[in-house]
């Protein structure tokens, strides 16, 4: 047993004082130390707020708990018992890319610090002194480094503590005295301290932007998958479509060949009982041909007298039915019919997929500038949609129609069924979609008073004024177009908007950029009043009327 503990020894030994473990603990990472080596390393790095392994360089941003190892402490005790001292462990010297111990005469051990005032790196047990000796206490050591002739002043060979902030650069005390004398110098530390509120600003707002990044980033990928899934559904649907339309032509071509053939049935019939009508009577001229040919060769005068007036009677012939050319005509009539059918249903596929390709070309994706606000009506159209308004939120005393696109105030109560999403009180509707990313609509109103806002589902629908209505609330933003004045609304803060304006307003809403505007839309668009803000919710169009008034969602092409 104590043999082959002795052959594994070297993996008893604590990496930092290189002697076998002394009371040994367990860091996260799993590498285990001296219970006060590992403190005494722990506690020079308190002020830099991030600890580490001294072995693996884990870091750690809360400090490690220590846990005792039971096992590998009976096992040191074991060791102990051999009256061995333990080699230092193969890990703890240093590898190629490792800093060295500049102290260390024979193989180097891997330096565990570097002194800035000694400008030599040292190994644990190299280091010991400057833990014990009063002067060497006094030093600044850091990390262990490969670059510590950095610190050292090229011209001085002096240790670097200053930094001129005149000439923005690190010198040493022979150099504030020389080149840098009154320049504005302060010490490294100071100046790093300067420089360490800087950079946390720029790291907050480094991740103030990869925030807003990202969140650029989700709604682009949002805005990525509804195209796919709109795609889809459309392929899907033309797929169904033409399926359907496609069976209707078969099923057209089919009753249009079952109808030729009972026509041909019915007239093929006509011909077989007209044609054996004649070759009935074929075989009748024929007999009686026979007969009187038989009769004229006879030389007996009393039967030829005799026999020839029944024999020579003829009844009268029919002529048969022409048949013949209005059978060709009416199949000629039929194949004139199918090949105008043909060309209307070609022209009409044409017409209709000239849209089609129009529709298509019209999908509002993004510009080329994604960040960039449209500027003319056409730049806008990319971001058309379509609006309907909801029936089951409209006020009693507004009238839906035109496809759930125009709303109209009506004096008496509309027959509307009980719904929660109604307007009790308001005279209010909501369109049925929600809209997210980048949209764009316009709405044709008259009347005295028409409220034309973007709401959160959520506004109250049977409270009172302050929550329901638009604009007086902080879940909706709206534009009052009173006649020909106007006034942008939201949490019942107004902003008057001066000027004479038309009776068609566009609203561009950017959902992921919190930005709403609206325009007074004539032959040139004019900007009415924009918002910037934060959206957190789905929005939904909104329309307020007034007594007499009526607002339309148009069409855009």
Known sequence: MAQGIRLDRANFCCSICLDLLNDPVTIPC???????????????????????????????????????????????????????????????????????????????????????????????????????????????????????????????????????????????????????????????????????????????????????????????QQDEDAINHSTDNAVRTTDKIFTELIHTIEKRVSDVKELIKSRQKTEVGQYKKVREKVKQEIAELKRKDADLEKLSRSEDHTHFLLNYPSLSHLGESTDPPCVKVCGLRYFEKVTVALSEARDKIQEVLGEEYAKISVSVSEVGFLPSNPQAEPKTRNDFFHYACQITLDPDTANKHLSISKGNRKAAF?????????????????????????????????????GKGVFIAVVYKDISRAGDFGECVFGYNDKSWALDCYKNSYEFRHNNVKTSIPGTWSSRVGVYLDHSAGILSFYSVSETMTLLHRVQTTFTQPLYAGLWLANGATAEICKLK
Not at 79 to 89: D, R
Not at 151 to 160: F, G, K, L
């Open 30 to 220: 799993g590498h285990s130390y001296c219970m006060s080596c590992i403190k005494d390393h722990l506690e020079t790095e308190d002020h830099r707020g991030i600890h580490s392994c001294p072995q693996c360089r884990q870091t750690f941003t809360l400090r490690p708990v220590l846990v005792k190892n039971t096992m590998l402490a009976d096992l040191v005790e074991e060791l102990k018992k051999t009256g061995h001292q333990a080699a230092p462990a193969d890990h703890c010297y240093a590898g190629p890319e490792d800093v060295t111990c500049d102290v260390c005469t024979e193989r180097k051990l891997r330096a565990f610090k570097s002194c800035l005032q000694c400008v030599a790196s040292y190994c644990e047990k190299h280091l010991q002194p400057h833990y014990d000796v009063g002067p060497l206490k006094k030093h600044k050591l850091v990390e262990a480094s490969a670059k510590l002739q950095e610190n050292i002043c090229s011209r001085h060979q002096e240790v670097m503590k200053l930094f001129c902030r005149t000439d923005q650069q690190c010198i040493c005390y022979l150099c504030s005295k020389d080149d840098h004398k009154g320049h504005n110098k302060v010490s490294t530390a100071a100046e790093r301290t300067e420089r360490q509120r800087e950079l946390e600003l720029s790291r907050q707002q480094i991740q103030q932007r990869l925030q807003d990044r990202e969140k650029e980033v989700k709604v682009l």
């Open 410 to 446: 009506m004096t008496e109560e509309q027959k509307y069924s009980i719904h929660p999403e109604r307007f009790v009180y308001s005279w209010q509707v909501l369109s049925k979609e929600g809209l997210t990313g980048r949209c764009y609509w316009e709405v044709e109103k008259s």
